[in-house]
Nanobody, 118 residues
Framework: QVQLVESGGGLVQPGGSLRLSCAAS????????MGWYRQAPGKQRELVAV???????NYVDSVEGRFTISRDNAKNAVYLQMNNLKLEDTAVYYC????????????WGQGTQVTVSS
């Protein structure tokens, strides 16, 4: 079992930056692929960025070059540095942990609100 707690959301102007953090508790953090998802009002939840257990990142095209995902296995934490924020980045951001072997282990945080507004 893994518990995830996000922090770092808030209100920021277009062009600004925020850094989201996700603190994980429980066993085996380093084996999980960690992801950040977001859900805007009236829209489906979408994957924003994912980092593998080995540290390889991938991004959705809309955030490539602006967002950076990283992890610190010693601290059981994953981060999302968001730069040059746009109005369309406004959403609730969720942390996700996933590990697939013969079954899938998947956990979600409660979400943190990011609002980009002038």
């Amino acid at each position: 079992q893994v518990q995830l707690v996000e922090s770092g959301g808030g209100l920021v102007q277009p062009g600004g930056s925020l850094r989201l953090s996700c603190a994980a508790s429980g066993r085996g953090f380093s084996v999980y692929a960690m992801g950040w998802y977001r859900q805007a009002p009236g829209k489906q939840r979408e994957l924003v960025a994912v980092i593998s257990s080995g540290g390889s990142p991938n991004y959705v095209d809309s955030v490539e070059g602006r967002f950076t995902i990283s992890r610190d296995n010693a601290k059981n934490a994953v981060y999302l540095q968001m730069n040059n924020l746009k109005l369309e980045d406004t959403a609730v951001y969720y942390c996700n942990a996933r590990y697939v072997t013969t079954r899938k282990y998947e956990y979600w945080g409660q979400g943190t609100q990011v609002t980009v507004s002038s």
